[in-house]
Structures are given as C-alpha cells and as structure tokens.
C-alpha cells in the first residue's frame, strides 16, 4: 500500500499557501482601486486650480474724463477690439496710457486681468508653473486593529495670469509690455495667431489651451527711446494693431487735473497746466498729465502760491527725471526762466 499522507499535506500546504497569495492579491487590488477612485475624485474636483480671476490684482479704478480727445483714442481702441484684434497702444510716460486701457477693458464688461511688465518677468510668470505639492492620504483598516496607509505626491501646477485670461475670456490689459524681455512675450504668438495657448513645463494633454471666444488684449508700452524698453520681436508686432498717443490737449489735461484734485480751485488748476505744458515743451524731460496732477497736489499744501512756491513745487516733482545734483540746478534754472517768461504768479 503507498502511503499518500506526505503528499496531501504537502498540497494542503500548497492550497493554504496559494489562498494566502490570492487573498493578499485581492487585497491589493481593492486597495489599488480605492486608492484610484481617490485619486480620480481628486482629480476632478481639484486637477486644475481655481481659474476665478477675481483673486488677481486690479488697479484701482480712477476718476476718468472723457472729452472729445478722449473718446477719439476710446473709439479707435473699441473698434479693433470688437473684431478681435489685440491693440497696442504706445506714447510717452505719463500721457494717459494705462487710464484708457483699464477704462476700455472695464467697458467690455468681462474680468479684466492685469499683468505688469518688467525685465525680470519671464514665460513662466505669464501662463504659470508646477509651484506646489500635493498630497493624498488614505487610511483604512482592513483587518481589526492592523491599518494601512499610502500617500501620494505630485506636483501642482499653478495658473498665472495670461492663462487665467485665456480661460476665462477675459480682457488682458498688459501694462508696460515692451519692459518685458521678447523671449518671454514669445508665448503671445500663437495665442493671437492660432487661438492656442501653448503652456511650457507643462506635462499631459493639457500642455494646450484653447484661447475663450471673448478673450482679448490692451497692451501698452512707452516709445522706443525711454530707457528700460525694449523693442519687441517683428513676428509679434504684425499681429497688433498700434494705437500711438500724445499728450491731451489744454481743456481735458485740465479735467483730467480737476477730477484727481479737488481740493484746489479752478483758477488755480487752469495756471498749474498751462506751466507744465509750457516746461514740456521748453524742457528736454517729459512732463505728462501725471506731473500736472503732483503738481497741483503740492499747490493744495501752500499758502500762497507765488512764483518761487511754484518754481520750487515743479522743481521737486520733475527732479526724479534728472541723473544728478548738478542737473537738477540746471533744470530749476530752466524753470525759472519759463516762469519770468511767462510772468506767471497765482498770489
């Protein structure tokens, strides 16, 4: 007689051996597919950040007049805008660039997204990046007093503000566009010309982002010869339609002054631009509509306002525009010579 008992307990242990393995397979597989449900709820409900582009900054919104010249700059804006053509709008510092702009875009009744240019600003600062981690825990007890846990990690990419833009439909103002290196505007193309924002560092499907029907773009830029500007790439400036600024003329400089100071008579006001529009064009620095207005704030502290309080009150708010001591006595000089030309006094 063979004796079979070595060999069925050597199967016994085998059927044990293979139980254990298939129910430690199970549990592995529940617990794979609970931790992708985890891991899909997460995604759709926290994937892509919030895209709400009322967390951005937005400048304050300033007293705006419209005078005849005004709306004539306003018109010409809308009307490329209305046919979805980016606009860029160029002039010198302080002739009200950045005030149209933001009044345009408020005009169109959609977020407004607003981006500030500067050297330092890169690709990277205008769509976003992978800036922060986050995590997803599980913990379960799948057998009394013995629980398990698994945490996953990744990357999360964070939208900055031109995708935000594009999203949302919004309008993109971009203040000092031409202070921003070209490299980094290069993004820019293919969202004006294709519709498509391409978004770099990005990995997976969504590197791409279709731009929204009502998106649009305000750019401004000082002229050519301030210095910090850069003269953007040819490539991008075909696809914008250029709106050049001057100065306003006498009557909406004054409104423009009246609206920011009020605490300072008309009379007063009407004398204060007429000097700065005389010392821009006798000076060789800019003296924008800003300048008026620090200076009619600097006229509402004194006392009496005769020829030396305003030579010294134009002398300090035109000084930042000279390099050095020795220039800002030849620009007091200048100044004076405009006043004793003009004979003017406000006592």
């Known amino acids: 007689m063979v004796d079979n008992s070595r060999k069925r307990k050597v199967r016994g242990s085998q059927v044990r051996s293979s ?27 926290r994937q892509e950040p919030p895209t709400d582009t009322d967390g951005n900054f937005i400048p304050e919104q300033q007293p705006f007049i419209e005078t005849e010249a005004v709306k004539q700059v306003q018109t010409r804006m809308e009307r490329w805008l209305d046919v979805g ?14 005030s149209v702009a933001m009044h345009v875009a408020r005009e169109r009744d959609r977020p407004v997204v607003w981006i500030n240019g500067d050297a330092e600003l890169t690709t990277s600062d205008l769509v976003g990046e992978y800036a922060e981690e986050e995590r997803i825990s599980e913990r379960d007890q799948y057998i009394h007093n013995v629980f398990k846990s698994k945490d996953i990690i990744r990357d999360r990419w964070v939208d900055n503000p031109l995708t935000l833009a594009v999203k949302e439909g919004a309008t993109l103002v971009y203040n000092e566009f031409s202070r921003t290196k070209p490299v980094a505007n290069n993004v820019l193309l293919s969202v004006f010309e294709e519709g498509v924002l391409e978004l770099p ?18 750019l401004t830029s000082n002229s050519v010869e301030y210095a910090g500007v850069h003269e953007p790439q040819d490539a991008l400036l075909d696809r914008l339609i250029g709106i050049y600024m001057n100065f ?20 007063e006001i009407e004398q204060i631009v007429r000097i700065m529009r005389e010392l821009r064009e006798t000076l060789d620095i800019t003296v924008g509509t800003r300048a008026e207005i620090m200076a009619a704030e600097g006229a509402t502290t ?23 001591r020795s220039d800002v006595h030849e620009l007091r000089d200048g100044i004076d010579a405009t006043l004793d030309r003009m004979g003017a006094s406000l006592s």
């Open 85 to 98: 053509r980016p606009v860029h709008v160029i002039g010198p510092t302080g002739s009200g660039k950045t």
């Open 201 to 218: 560092g990005k990995r997976g499907d969504s590197r791409h982002v279709d731009v929204h029907p009502e998106f649009q773009a305000i």
């Open 302 to 324: 004194a006392d009496t306002l005769d020829t030396a309080t305003i030579a010294d009150i134009c002398t300090d708010v035109l000084a930042s525009k000279v390099g050095q």
């Open 19 to 45: 139980h254990e393995e298939k129910k430690q397979q199970r549990t592995q597989q529940q617990e794979d597919k609970e931790i992708e449900r985890l891991e899909k709820t997460h995604d759709g409900r």
């Open 248 to 267: 306003y003329d006498r009557e909406t400089e004054i409104e423009i002054v009246q609206a920011h100071v009020e605490a300072l008579g008309s009379t």
